[in-house]
């Protein structure tokens, strides 16, 4: 089982502390968050999607870039994606990232996929992703890369069977589709198995963390014709929603090798501790369902 650990979920930490941290857990892999941040931000306490410490600028310099590499290097782990914010149509910003993840020896990078929040319609945004993602598959192939898109709410990629539908047309090897349980608790679930026997050859990478559902008024006695709201929010990965023990059971059934990346988000556990316990519970997890 190969564990990595997205760095978005590690804002407290350098890249250096981060390194050090993933090797005491036992996890190798290593997907950089990738986002320029301001100034004005870095002046902020350390966050998730803000003052993350753990973060690679696009356009980094060689002095930045040395020091990432150095990072994994003498720790003897291994950066196996690059994971930026790049909107759909983004050409010149994918080949940056691309050119950036090279420099990093990094294999993969998360590319753009249209919002869908009803203000455009479903088939126009289709249209707009696909004619980016054939200018990708090229930068793909160039650069020895595999571009993926992510299951993700508020997307038109938020279930297994829409981003299939968005990579059907492409080459595999370059594009393949970031599998994300947790993300399908907000939207997008489907039978975990047959979205993974559906994406076949394009399922590239999961990620691992969880999530669920409290309705706004949780103890008040229902009333039973009035309507409930609903609000989903992140939970510790043995937790949430998403049956991890059962997903696991499915990848292995349709003979996933790859990553599992942690980007758990429930804020339950100091960041080294969120570490060792992920690295644990996988394990244990793996071994049960042997």
Request: glycine share 8%.
């Amino acid at each position: 089982m190969k564990l990595s650990v997205f760095t978005v979920a590690a804002p407290d930490m350098t890249p250096e502390e981060l390194c050090e941290a993933a090797a005491a857990a036992g996890i190798t892999g290593l997907e950089w968050r990738c986002k320029d941040t301001p100034d004005e931000v870095r002046k902020e306490r350390p966050s998730f999607w803000g003052n993350n410490q753990c973060t690679i600028s696009p356009d980094a310099a060689e002095e930045e870039i040395n020091r990432f590499r150095g990072a994994a290097a003498s720790h003897n782990r291994q950066a196996i994606a690059v994971t930026p914010y790049l909107n759909c149509g983004d050409v010149e910003g994918t080949e940056q990232v691309m050119r950036l993840a090279k420099r990093l020896d990094a294999s993969m990078v998360r590319v753009g996929v249209p919002t869908y929040d009803r203000s455009r319609p479903y088939g126009e945004l289709f249209v707009q992703a696909t004619n980016y993602l054939r200018e990708v598959e090229r930068l793909a192939l160039d650069f020895g890369i595999k571009a993926l898109v992510e299951t993700h709410h508020v997307t038109i990629a938020p279930s297994a069977s829409l981003a299939h539908r968005l990579v059907a047309p492409f080459n595999p090897d370059a594009i393949g589709v970031l599998y994300d349980p947790g993300n399908m608790v907000h939207e997008g679930f489907e039978n975990y198995r047959m979205g993974m026997e559906l994406l076949g050859p394009y399922l590239a990478h999961v990620h691992v963390k969880n999530a669920g559902w409290q309705s706004s008024s949780p103890g008040e006695t229902a009333d039973h014709l009035k309507p409930v709201d609903w609000k989903s929010g992140w939970a510790p990965i043995a937790n949430g929603v998403v049956p991890w023990k059962q997903v696991l059971t499915d990848l292995k059934a349709v003979g996933y090798d790859g990553w599992f990346g942690v980007e758990d988000f429930s804020g339950t556990f100091d960041t080294r501790t969120m570490l060792r316990t992920y690295a644990h519970q996988m394990k244990l997890w793996m071994e049960e369902i042997q």
